[in-house]
């Protein structure tokens, strides 16, 4: 079977919703990424697999997978047919860090009521001027999930924070700025080498990896908001085009040109 990459992508006009994914992957294997949003996902034909926080996880049957932001993971074609799924990129005002811990102890929910108004939302979404209605939805999607996820009560007081959250720190404000190894060890007072070992035992992932997928993950929104991909390039921190293609169909099957071409069908 030819692998196929289907990607329908675009940016909906309703707070709260920082994107909209519909897409056909049958050969295409997501790396190790992480997202600065969380990320609500149906698959509706075949499913898929994949690995969150050193779990492997995977959408038997007709559940709904909430992955939370800046937790990295990865997905594949659970069956040779492949997937196709429908994604909501939600931001925090929908589900706040006091939830991260229980979505990434239990990601995929089994829920019927819950599966079906995502569809409904989906449907509205992609009819302009039924943005109320999506924001309706959506508002209701958002208690069902604070009411499956019970986050823990956090103790008073931040926790101590150690040199890999002090390096994910730095990555995340330097984001489109070029930092070296050298650079983060003067600043965090660490051996280069301690921080590599130190940041991906804590996250799953390496640090280079996780600096170029969130910079992928702002392009994908620069690129759907109709900026020309050579300029997005050079605004997420890549070096040039080639650079950022590269890293870009890596991760989403698809060039960045072809992803922006989906939200300017719309």
Do not use: C
């Not at 390096?167 to 301690?194: M, N, V």
């Not at 130190?198 to 620069?222: E, K, M, Q």
């Amino acid at each position: 079977m030819t692998p196929r990459q289907d990607i329908t992508a675009w940016r909906p006009a309703v707070p709260g919703v920082t994107e909209v994914l519909h897409a056909r992957f049958t050969g295409h294997r997501y790396p190790m990424h992480v997202h600065d949003s969380w990320t609500l996902l149906i698959v509706d034909d075949g499913a898929v697999s994949y690995d969150l926080d050193r779990h492997r996880r995977g959408t038997p049957g007709d559940t709904v997978s909430l992955l939370p932001p800046l937790v990295p993971h990865n997905g594949s074609p659970a069956t040779a047919d492949g997937f196709r799924k429908r994604v909501l990129y939600l931001d925090t005002t929908q589900l706040d860090a006091s939830f991260i811990g229980p979505a990434v102890d239990g990601p995929d929910l089994t829920d019927p009521v819950l599966r079906a108004r995502i569809g409904q939302l989906h449907t509205a979404l992609a009819r302009p001027g039924d943005e109320l209605e999506a924001e309706s939805r959506l508002a209701l999607i958002g208690e069902r999930l604070r009411t499956h996820l019970r986050p823990r009560l956090v103790p008073a007081g931040e926790p101590p924070r150690g040199v890999a959250q002090d390096l994910r720190d730095l990555l995340d404000a330097r984001l489109r700025e070029a930092t070296t190894l050298d650079q983060a060890g003067r600043l965090l007072h660490a051996h280069p080498a301690h921080l590599v070992r130190a940041f991906t035992a804590a996250y799953g992932i390496a640090p280079h990896r996780y600096l170029t997928s969130r910079r992928v993950d702002l392009a994908r929104r620069l690129l759907l908001d109709g900026q020309p991909p050579g300029e997005v390039a050079v605004a997420v921190g890549f070096y040039d085009q080639s650079h950022f293609t590269r890293h870009f169909k890596r991760t989403w099957g698809v060039t960045p040109g072809r992803y922006a071409r989906t939200g300017a069908a719309r």
